[in-house]
């Protein structure tokens, strides 16, 4: 089955600083990567997600850059905020491969993203 | 925020009881997942739902039984658990074929 790993498990930036992070996925037939943001108490929340198709996708501050060939995508926030803080976490899915047309994802480990003010 | 909703949004409960979490989704989706969220550890794929059909069941031990009567709901039964069961129970939904999942806030399960 598909593993995905997450890196770094904690980052602390300062406010207005850029924040980066990757992850790498096991499984060549995976073709949709989201990232989720959960804070506390709450449930994950999709923020922003790519297609094998795509090599990047921006949406504001944040994007989202894929390496289908070294299996690793990552996510990219500039002019960190302190809003911005929260636990991220990336996910993979067979997306269109899945045989129902319903997939689950495999997560990462988590980021604990830190905005020093 | 509501599009996905969880209740209760915390349980106790003894190893002996029997409980059900309940998940309603309000946004007219067709599938709808449960994961588990354990302390240190990746969110994990416990079931999947298409079309009210279970299409996947992830190795999850027979003490937990989901129920999906129709699109907008989903249910956990859940009996004679043991303290490592203890963890955050979400609950996701998303519109076949499209990939994306939307979460509900989750119920907080403590098993005594």
């Known amino acids: 089955g598909e593993n995905v790993e997450q890196h770094p498990s904690t980052l602390s930036v300062q406010e207005g600083d850029s924040a980066v992070i990757k992850c790498t996925y096991s499984d060549s037939a995976s073709n949709y990567f989201p990232w989720y943001k959960q804070e506390l108490g709450k449930g994950p929340q999709l923020i922003i997600d790519i297609r094998s198709n795509v090599g990047e996708k921006k949406d504001q501050r944040i994007a989202v850059t894929l390496n289908k060939t070294a299996k690793h995508f990552s996510l990219h926030i500039t002019e960190t905020q302190p809003e911005d803080s929260a636990v991220y976490f990336c996910?993979?899915?067979?997306?269109?491969?899945?045989?129902?047309?319903?997939?689950?994802?495999?997560f990462g480990k988590g980021t604990h993203l830190i905005i020093q003010p | 925020e509501t599009g996905v909703t969880q209740t209760p949004r915390h349980l106790v409960m003894g190893m002996t009881n029997k409980k059900s979490l309940k998940c309603e989704q309000h946004l007219g989706h067709n599938a709808m997942y449960w994961y588990k969220q354990s302390a240190k550890k990746p969110l994990e794929l416990m079931f999947v739902y298409s079309l009210e059909e279970r299409v996947e069941n992830n190795s999850v031990p027979s003490r937990f039984s989901p129920e999906c009567p129709n699109s907008s709901h989903l249910f956990l039964h859940l009996h004679t658990l043991q303290p490592e069961d203890s963890a955050l129970y979400l609950c996701?939904?998303?519109?076949?074929?499209?990939?994306?999942?939307?979460f509900g806030p989750g119920t907080r399960l403590t098993v005594t």
């Open positions: 996701a939904s998303s519109q076949a074929p499209l990939y994306e999942q939307y």
């Open positions: 996910a993979a899915s067979l997306g269109e491969h899945s045989g129902g047309g319903a997939d689950g994802l495999t």
